[in-house]
């Protein structure tokens, strides 16, 4: 088998409740992972219980293109 052509070096951490900090190659800023009001309702969250931040499932869709 051949060797990998890339491997993605990222760290994922807790911070509070459903919110995640991530460190992403190319970033000197971490990007935070969380819910908002959409997926809030979806798991019978409120909207103020937290900070919204978009969601990874908001982030897959966009690295997908859209």
Do not use: C, N, W
């Not at 190319?26 to 997926?39: D, L, N, Q, R």
């Amino acid at each position: 088998m051949a060797d990998a052509a890339y491997v993605s070096r990222i760290s994922v951490e807790p911070v509070k409740g459903k919110i995640q900090r991530a460190r992403l190659p190319a970033t000197e800023k971490p990007v935070f992972f969380g819910g908002h009001s959409e997926i809030g309702e979806h798991y019978g969250d409120s909207a103020e219980d937290e900070k919204p931040y978009p969601s990874t499932l908001d982030y897959l869709v966009a690295a997908a293109g859209g």
